[in-house]
């Protein structure tokens, strides 16, 4: 507590300028520095520019009364503690104050240890009522974060199971519509009527077939069997790869891609699942940035994590989006470009490598995303000795 | 077409499906036999003379995994080409290990399959 006090930002309101002089010479001595106000504006004018902890306020004072000016504070600053002094014997005014919202009255003239155990008082019941809304807050969060987690592993699940069973189906409608195409090539049925209508109605199948299939195939995550699991890369190298598969892509739309890092040592990592992140990450970057934009991929190692960091100077995503972009199916693009499911699937694969994604955004400034994702150094014999590069770290030539 | 057909037993419990992509690769000039399971499939390879048996993974009674075992097993010179309509890595890294040559997603793009094909083709008249 007492360390605590040294922060303890006290405010003085007393047209008295002898009774503030005592007050403050008091205060400094516990090495505290009141703020000091003369009537009731000059006070909510020092609050307005700076937060305060506890208020000691007059009640009687020329201009805004004590308990107006107390009533305006409790209005604008929920928060303050206000300790009201009132005049000699009068209960009417420190009931009305209590109504009003302060912590507690003490009439004048007032004993200044008394008023100090006071503002003690105050300032412990301000800390502490911080700490419980913090505490709140925070497990409001978790619960937000842990139900939407939830909801999102429930909804992957049945996807794929629902992806699986279009599958099959799907697979007839292309081997049907690819036999029909066969036929129509044939020499025999060159002369048929409506010939060249049906070859396009073939065709549409196809090219429906092919959407849907883009779908169910993000849906089942899509990995290839022959996609190894770990393998030892260079973080700044692995970004280069996959900036290069995008580049032209931006280059085409006047979008600059970058990577911001120093060059790195190499370490294990689950490579493939993080290209393909990166990859999925980068399209979106660049679908939400206009000509003249910019893409920065930054790394940062540290805590056994590597993260990544993908960060446009595009639209940005609304408030109201964020907590949905992660979800299937929700797409800000029009119908067919775009399946929706990006996100969905990257969050997917990162949970399997154990990491985390998460997402800033700003609208009309922007939007970053960071993907921390666990990695195991290499050869610990060649990490070791002078100028050797530290796992993960910057590579010292 | 010049090229020897290849003998192709393609096994899936999805009947339409076997019934069009059998015409689809006869239309290729290859020799296609079909089974609608598992045990059917064992049945057919005890008999004839197969290059390639394109086998559906989840089929009811014997399953995909089991099957291809049991085609390793009793005739290890036969190719499986794996197909499903499901894309766990576990189910196709078991199968690969088993012995399957590859491995698709069903709906199969057609040119992937008849490239992957015309690979065994060439290894097989080389």
């Known amino acids: 507590m007492a360390d605590r006090l040294n922060s303890l930002r006290l405010l003085l309101v007393d047209d008295e300028a002898a009774f503030r002089a005592v007050l403050v010479k008091r205060m400094r001595r516990q090495g505290i520095d009141p703020f000091q106000a003369a009537d009731g504006a000059g006070g909510l004018r020092i609050l307005s520019r700076q937060p305060v902890d506890v208020v000691v306020l007059d009640v009687r004072m020329p201009g805004m009364d004590g308990i107006d000016t107390l009533r305006e504070i409790k209005r604008r ?21 209590i109504q009003a919202g302060a912590f507690d009255y003490l009439s004048k003239p007032v004993d200044i240890d008394h008023l100090w155990e006071k503002i003690k008082q105050a300032f412990e019941k301000k800390a502490v009522l911080e700490a419980l809304r913090q505490d709140s807050q925070y497990r409001l969060h978790m619960a937000q974060q842990m139900a939407a987690s939830e909801r999102l592993a429930a909804l992957g699940t049945l996807a794929a199971g629902v992806a699986h069973e279009i599958n099959n189906p799907l697979a007839i409608i292309n081997e049907a519509a690819g036999y ?31 959407r849907a299939r883009t779908i169910t195939h993000q849906l089942l995550g899509g990995v290839r069997p022959d996609s190894p ?11 280069d790869e996959t900036l290069a598969l995008v580049r032209a892509e931006a280059e085409d739309k006047g979008i600059a891609v970058a990577r911001q890092s120093p060059p790195m040592a190499a370490v294990w990592i689950e490579a493939d699942r993080l290209r393909q992140v990166l990859i999925n990450l980068l ?42 972009i992660f979800e299937p199916f929700f797409s800000d693009q ?20 154990g990491g985390t994604i998460t997402v800033r955004s700003q609208v009309g400034r922007g939007t970053t995303m960071t993907v921390a994702v666990p990695h195991r150094c290499g050869d610990p014999g060649a990490a070791r000795g002078p100028g050797a590069p530290v796992c993960g770290q910057e590579a010292r030539p | 077409m ?109 040119e992937d399959l008849t490239a992957r094909l015309e690979r065994l083709r060439r290894t097989a008249d080389a």
Do not use: W
Request: aromatic fraction near 4%.
């Open chain 1, 334 to 353: 029009p119908p067919g470009e775009g399946t929706g499911l990006g996100l969905f699937v990257t969050r997917q694969i990162v949970d399997r490598m």
């Open chain 1, 283 to 324: 399209v979106n970057a660049i679908h939400a940035t206009q000509r003249g934009g910019r893409i920065v991929v930054g790394i940062e190692a540290g805590d056994g994590r590597l993260r990544f960091s993908v960060a446009d100077s595009g639209k940005g995503i609304p408030g109201e989006n964020l907590e949905r």
């Open chain 2, 2 to 110: 010049s090229a020897l057909p290849i003998r192709i037993l393609l096994v899936d419990d999805e009947r339409d499906f076997v019934e069009m992509l059998s015409l689809r690769l006869a239309e290729r000039g290859e020799h296609v036999m079909t089974a609608f399971s598992g045990r059917e499939c064992l049945e057919i390879l005890s008999r004839e003379a197969v290059d390639v048996v394109i086998l559906d993974i989840r089929m009811p009674g014997m399953d995909g995994i089991e099957t291809l075992r049991r085609i390793k097993q009793a005739h290890p010179r036969v190719e499986v080409i794996l197909l499903t309509g499901h894309g766990t890595t576990q189910t196709a890294m078991e199968g690969v290990r088993l012995g399957a040559l590859d491995y698709f997603l069903k709906p199969a793009d057609f």
């Open chain 1, 77 to 97: 600053h929920p928060h303050t503690e206000v300790i009201l002094l009132t005049g000699h014997a009068n209960t009417r005014e420190g009931l009305e104050g």
């Open chain 1, 180 to 210: 029909l195409g066969t036929l129509l090539q044939k020499p025999e049925l060159e002369d048929v009527p409506y010939r060249e209508g049906m070859v396009n109605a073939v065709g549409k199948i196809a090219t429906g077939v092919a």
């Open chain 1, 229 to 239: 699991g770990l393998a030892r890369v260079r973080p700044d190298e692995l970004v």
